[in-house]
């Protein structure tokens, strides 16, 4: 599991497409850390309404369910209705609503729908999707508590968009963040990115934790990635050897 910290709570608050309303180092922005809302539907039970729960059981007898009956299941919290209003709205043609289907992908993907997590990437990646702050902050929120829920997706898609600055901002220490949790888990390419920001000097070089993380990349790569971190570690060592040397000379 990812140890990565939540930011604002996720509340999807979203009308109908009749109505959407749709390098010099800087200080990273501040994150609030908070309890995210968990609101999701796992049987039709959990609906709080008759009429909900008929429409969800339409749903899964894959009867007609009408535009505005899935948006009300979907805003209930049913995963499964959620990606079900998402596809709708993509399906619609109208730039205008894809941002507001990305929300409704990360409320399914919420509810363990890792098929869902791809579909919201997809949307976050694309240039041409207008996104206010608010839905930002709301999408990087879901990001955030994916993570937390194990989504490899999710990790691997949040260290590009806080690499490259899109959609959320450039934020390093974010990025060596999740890098040094899944580095931790034995992902070797995870450690020989971590080790190239130290050589690089772009991190803070520490010389156990360059030792630990070549030494995961040694044990835990490919064949290429091995080698790689082998002639560095035997590099490490020959400094060091030298540094002593130097020390114990006379002067």
């Known amino acids: 599991m990812v140890n990565l910290a939540l930011t604002l709570p996720l509340v999807l608050s979203i009308a109908t497409p009749d109505g959407l309303h749709v ?4 200080p ?63 399906e619609l043609g109208d730039p205008d609503v894809r941002s507001a289907a990305a929300l409704y992908f990360a409320s399914s993907a919420l509810t363990g729908r890792e098929y869902a997590v791809y579909e919201l990437v997809k949307l976050l990646r694309d240039p041409d999707v207008p996104f ?17 829920q194990g989504s490899e997706r999710a990790v691997d898609a949040l260290a590009d968009f806080y690499a490259s600055g899109e959609p959320f901002g450039r934020k390093p220490q974010e990025v060596r963040r999740i890098l040094m949790e899944r580095a931790g888990s034995g992902d070797p390419e995870a450690a020989m990115n971590l080790v190239e920001a130290m050589m690089s000097g772009e991190a803070e ?13 040694r044990d835990e790569g490919d064949l290429g990635t091995s080698a790689a971190a082998r002639t560095l570690l035997a590099q490490l060592e020959i400094d060091a050897r030298a540094t002593d040397t130097g020390k114990e000379s006379p002067q």
């Open 132 to 148: 206010s702050e608010g839905r930002l902050d709301h999408l990087e929120n879901a990001m955030r508590n994916l993570a937390l």
């Open 23 to 26: 390098d010099t180092p800087e």
């Open 205 to 217: 070089r520490d010389p156990e934790t360059l030792r630990a993380l070549l030494k995961t990349a």
């Open 28 to 90: 990273e922005p501040r994150v609030t850390r908070v309890q995210a809302i968990d609101n999701r539907v796992t049987e039709t039970r959990d609906l709080p309404t008759q009429e909900l729960r008929d429409i969800r059981r339409r749903m899964l007898a894959e009867q007609y369910v009408s535009f505005e009956e899935m948006r009300r299941l979907a805003d209930a919290g049913d995963g499964n209705a959620a990606f079900q209003y998402g596809e709708r709205l993509l």
